[in-house]
C-alpha cells in the first residue's frame, strides 16, 4: 500500500471519530510556557462546540494538563495580571488558577464579575488573557504536563468530568515543551559554534 493510500485511510479513521463522538474540538485557550517561571493563557477566535453554563466559582477545567495529581499550582494561585473571561462574560482582572490534591486538571475560575458564567455553542467560547508567575518546581510541572487536551465547562476537579461536565473544546500548549527544550538545546549549539 503506498504512503498516500495510508495517508487517505488515517484521514478517514479521524473524521469517523469526531464524527462518531458527534463533537468538534476546536482550540479555544493556548497556553504559552515561553518565558521561564511563567504561564500565560490565551483565548482564541474559536467556538465552542456545546453550550454550557457554570458559577464563576466553579469554572473551567483544562483536563489532564499535569502528568502528577496535585501539580502545578499546587493549590490556589491568582494572575499577576490577566482580563481572561468566557466571551459572554466580563472581566473582573482577576482569574485564578487551582489544582485539586488529587486532580491532574488545571481549572481557572474566578475570572468574571458575573456568578454565573456561560458559553454558546457555535460562539466565541473565550476572550482575553492571563499571565502567572510560577516558582522552578511549578514551572517544571507546566512543562512535564500535557501538550493539549480537553476543556470541560462547570469543573473545578477531574471527578466533575463524569458529573455533568460539558466538553466545549480543547487547549494547546504553544510551542510545545519539546519544542521549547529543543530551542534550548538550539541556542547552546549556536553558543558553542561562536567560540
Known amino acids: 500500500m503506498n504512503m498516500n493510500k495510508i495517508a487517505m485511510i488515517a484521514g478517514i479513521a479521524v473524521a469517523a471519530t469526531g464524527a462518531a463522538a458527534g463533537v468538534a474540538s476546536e482550540v479555544l485557550l493556548e497556553i504559552d510556557l515561553s518565558v ?3 504561564v500565560t493563557i490565551s483565548a482564541t477566535d474559536g467556538l465552542a462546540s456545546q453550550s454550557a453554563s457554570a ?11 499535569f502528568a502528577t ?4 499550582f499546587g493549590g490556589v494561585l491568582g494572575a499577576d495580571s490577566g482580563d481572561l473571561t468566557t466571551f459572554n462574560n466580563p472581566s473582573d482582572g482577576t ?5 485539586g490534591g488529587s486532580s491532574v486538571g488545571l481549572n481557572i475560575w474566578s475570572f468574571s464579575s458575573d456568578g454565573t458564567v456561560d458559553v454558546d455553542a457555535g460562539a466565541q467560547a473565550f476572550t482575553g488573557s492571563a499571565t502567572w508567575t510560577l516558582d522552578a518546581l511549578q514551572y517544571a510541572d507546566f512543562l512535564a504536563g500535557a ?4 476543556i470541560y465547562f462547570g469543573a473545578d476537579t477531574d471527578d466533575d468530568i463524569g458529573a455533568g ?12 515543551p519539546s519544542a521549547l527544550a529543543l530551542l534550548g538545546l538550539g541556542g547552546m549549539t549556536a553558543a558553542r559554534r561562536r567560540r
Not at 69 to 72: M, R, T
Open 36 to 38: 521561564t517561571n511563567q
Open 55 to 65: 458559577s464563576n466559582f466553579t469554572g473551567f477545567l483544562l483536563a489532564d494538563f
Open 69 to 72: 495529581p496535585g501539580a502545578g
Open 95 to 99: 482569574p485564578s488558577g487551582f489544582v
Open 147 to 150: 501538550t493539549s487536551g480537553d
Open 165 to 176: 461536565a460539558i466538553f466545549i473544546g480543547t487547549y494547546s500548549v504553544v510551542p510545545a
